[in-house]
DNA sequence: GGTGAAACCAATGTGCT
DNA sequence: AGCACATTGGTTTCACC
């Protein structure tokens, strides 16, 4: 598929906001019948637009409820401490999300945790552990005001 | 979660790395059948613990390969110009992730654009139209090191 | 590309242990 | 709490349009 119509389009907003749709009731929202809806919704999967099917999850529910950004950067930017820090980072499963970043920041982190506590413990044993960090900058999130996992378009 | 047994959090885990099993491919998984794993799922959705069930896009696929984290700080700080920022915030569907934070900074942003002319678009004639804003500092993502939805526990 | 029917199989509910 | 079985209803395939 080189590109997409509108019923594609369509279909990715639903699954995107509910997976756990039908595709009998994805085909009548979209005045279809379940067929069609069947094999493109296979086709969008085969074709790599869509990516998995997950459950998420709360993380007040869970114990995690302390959500904290980090922003790190290297002392040094050769090639290899790049890469030595992104397989550090990759271990520790506290981490949701890591970027490498463009200009004076090195890296963003979004970190999990069940306190303060918590994290103090994954900074000094973990983080502060990896080689050739030079600023490492906590910050903690009071609110989540938008945290969704959907594209627009 | 201290009404979760092992069972429980096995099955936690199994549906945030992958929605799509079958309850009875995650029985046995768990050495169970379907009706004990179907009734416990069933008890994660309504006491909140799995908040919704969504598929994840492949960001590149759907054209919109631009990762940018924006930092926003506001000029004055009482509980009206926060609401407010908040409000206007949530408009804008480029923003995938918000977060009002403690300290120096107020808002962590992550937006996702299509390219550089869209982010210059998004931060001219929408994010910057949102009053009492001090400080706006955009770094943009080269990779993605880790992103994921899964919580660790 | 879409429709509708048929076969198949997973989800769901009940009753037993 | 879990298991087994029965029913419901969604998924998947396919012949036809």
Redesign the pocket.
């Known amino acids: 598929m080189e590109r997409l ?1 509108e ?1 594609d389009l369509k279909i990715l907003r639903i699954l995107q906001k509910d997976s756990s749709m ?4 994805i ?1 009548s929202a979209l ?6 809806v ?3 919704i ?1 086709k969008l999967e085969k074709e790599g637009y869509i990516k998995k099917y997950v459950a998420l999850l709360n993380k007040k529910r869970i114990n995690k409820p302390v959500t904290a950004i980090c922003m790190v950067s290297l002392r040094y930017h050769n090639e290899g401490f790049i890469d030595k820090f992104d397989s550090q980072i990759r271990k520790l499963s506290e981490v949701q999300e890591c970027y490498h970043m463009a200009g004076k920041v090195d890296f963003f982190l979004k970190i999990n945790v069940s306190g303060l506590d918590e994290y103090h413990d994954f900074v000094r044993t973990k983080l502060s552990k990896i080689d050739n960090i030079g600023v490492l900058e906590s910050y903690f999130v009071l609110k989540d005001i938008i945290d969704t996992t959907e594209f627009y378009f």
Do not use: G, V
Not at 31 to 36: D, E, K, R
């Open positions: 119509d019923y039908s595709t009998k009731k085909a005045n279809l019948t379940a067929s069609p069947y094999e493109r296979r």
